[in-house]
């Protein structure tokens, strides 16, 4: 059934460990890397950042140097190869799995008509497959810097932790989304911030397992 108040409902959502089995920036670097013969470039790479949040670093540092990887390439390229990975993903779905209960409760919310909102530290072109399973999705996420029609390796902000509660605080205000009465899914402690902003939230442990209440 169709909400009947005045302001929207929305369903806020970390993407990555709580609505995918797997990590979409790491996995798509490494597709960009199989297509331009660049794996062993990549696993270094992808070894560095693991190494970086073992020692401690900052999640929002770690985001930062990922989108190193994209410096120079043309934003059009890298939107078809998302397009290109999302293909490739369709065809073996089973390697590639949504996790439950989060996306069929996503597909409920959605046949209730509410808002549905990814909140991430991944970005656009690795999110294809997701936005195609929720077209309606609005997504919140790391904003790669862009000159003349290119990445420069910069970002305006990683979306972790506080970021991403002030991105939720911002969107429920421009789209007058009651969030007392909204939603919020994660699967991490750095999640927390914005899933507090929510009357409703559920944090998920590894492969969906472990569902508990988060404390708002």
Same mark, same amino acid.
């Given at each position: 059934? @169709? @909400?009947?108040?005045?302001?929207?409902?929305?369903?806020?959502?970390?993407?990555?460990?709580?609505?995918?089995?797997?990590?979409?920036?790491?996995?798509?670097?490494?597709?960009?890397?199989?297509?331009?013969?660049?794996?062993?470039?990549?696993?270094?790479?992808?070894?560095?950042?693991?190494?970086?949040?073992?020692?401690? /670093?900052?999640?929002?540092?770690?985001?930062?140097?990922?989108?190193?990887?994209?410096?120079?390439?043309?934003?059009?390229? /890298?939107?078809?190869?998302? @397009?290109?990975?999302?293909?490739?993903?369709?065809?073996?779905?089973?390697?590639? =799995?949504?996790?439950?209960?989060?996306?069929?409760?996503?597909?409920?919310?959605?046949?209730? =008509?509410?808002?549905?909102?990814? /909140?991430?530290?991944?970005? @656009?072109?690795?999110?294809? =497959? /997701?936005?195609?399973?929720?077209?309606?999705?609005? !997504?919140?996420?790391?904003?790669? !810097?862009?000159?003349?029609?290119?990445?420069?390796?910069?970002?305006?902000?990683?979306?972790?932790?506080?970021?991403?509660?002030?991105?939720?605080?911002?969107?429920?205000?421009?789209?007058?989304?009651?969030?007392?009465?909204?939603?919020?899914?994660?699967?991490?402690?750095?999640?927390?911030?914005?899933?507090?902003?929510?009357?409703?939230?559920?944090?998920?442990?590894?492969?969906?397992?472990?569902?508990?209440?988060?404390?708002?």
């Amino acid at each position: 059934m @169709e @909400e009947s108040d005045a302001r929207a409902r929305a369903a806020y959502t970390d993407i990555d460990g709580t609505v995918t089995a797997y990590n979409t920036i790491f996995e798509f670097l490494r597709f960009d890397a199989a297509h331009s013969s660049r794996r062993a470039e990549a696993e270094d790479f992808l070894a560095g950042l693991r190494e970086s949040a073992l020692a401690g /670093v900052p999640r929002a540092q770690t985001n930062a140097r990922y989108f190193h990887w994209w410096r120079g390439r043309r934003v059009a390229d /890298v939107a078809g190869l998302g @397009e290109l990975w999302a293909d490739d993903q369709s065809r073996s779905p089973a390697d590639w =799995r949504f996790l439950e209960p989060v996306a069929s409760v996503l597909d409920a919310h959605a046949r209730q =008509r509410r808002r549905l909102v990814a /909140v991430t530290a991944s970005f @656009e072109p690795a999110l294809v =497959r /997701v936005r195609r399973r929720w077209p309606q999705l609005d !997504v919140l996420c790391t904003r790669p !810097v862009i000159s003349n029609g290119r990445y420069t390796g910069e970002i305006e902000e990683a979306l972790v932790g506080d970021a991403k509660a002030r991105a939720v605080a911002a969107h429920a205000a421009d789209r007058d989304v009651d969030l007392t009465a909204s939603f919020a899914y994660g699967d991490h402690p750095s999640d927390l911030p914005f899933m507090k902003l929510t009357g409703e939230s559920l944090l998920v442990g590894p492969g969906g397992e472990d569902i508990r209440p988060a404390v708002n």
